[in-house]
């Protein structure tokens, strides 16, 4: 510690903490931790989706429905089933009259398969549903 000289005597230690570059330490580790949690939520769940080349933006919604190759079905990122999710939609919708859908599902799922699920949506009260997709990058020719 730095001991505070003046006019020869001393006056005692120097204690002031300057707090500023902690704080600035601390924004940047929550930024990174913000970063990381959201790369590791999306490696948890590995779906092959399907390229469109007209595939807009994606949407923020209430309910996420992906269905895996294998036909495991997971509702906002949690294993279900059938049931689980018209159960889940049907009290949802009930409370939010704008509660919106989006259905993944891999390129490798039967598509009679996706129907029952945009069925499975629409019958428990959710008009407005979504099929996610994968952009295309398209490169045209000169």
């Known amino acids: 510690m730095a001991a505070q000289t003046g006019n020869g005597e001393d006056e005692g230690l120097l204690a002031n903490i300057n707090i500023i570059p902690f704080v600035d330490i601390v924004l ?3 930024i990174i931790f913000m970063l ?3 790369a590791i939520v999306r490696a948890s769940m590995v779906v092959n989706l399907p390229k469109a ?3 807009g933006a994606r949407v923020e919604s209430t309910v996420n429905i992906v269905c895996n190759k294998d036909g495991s079905l997971m509702l906002n990122g ?3 089933n059938v049931d ?5 939609v049907k009290r949802e919708s ?8 989006v259905i993944a599902a ?4 039967e598509y009679g398969h996706v129907v029952d699920l945009i069925d499975l949506v629409k019958r428990n009260g959710v008009s407005a549903f979504a ?8 490169i045209s020719p000169p």
């Open 36 to 38: 990381t949690s959201i």
């Open 131 to 138: 099929l996610d997709v994968e952009r295309e990058i398209s």
């Open 94 to 101: 009930a409370a939010n009259s704008k509660l919106q859908a």
């Open 84 to 88: 689980e999710i018209g159960k889940f």
């Open 53 to 55: 080349a007209t595939g």
């Open 78 to 80: 949690a294993r279900s």
């Open 106 to 109: 891999d390129k490798g799922v």
């Open 28 to 30: 940047v580790l929550l």
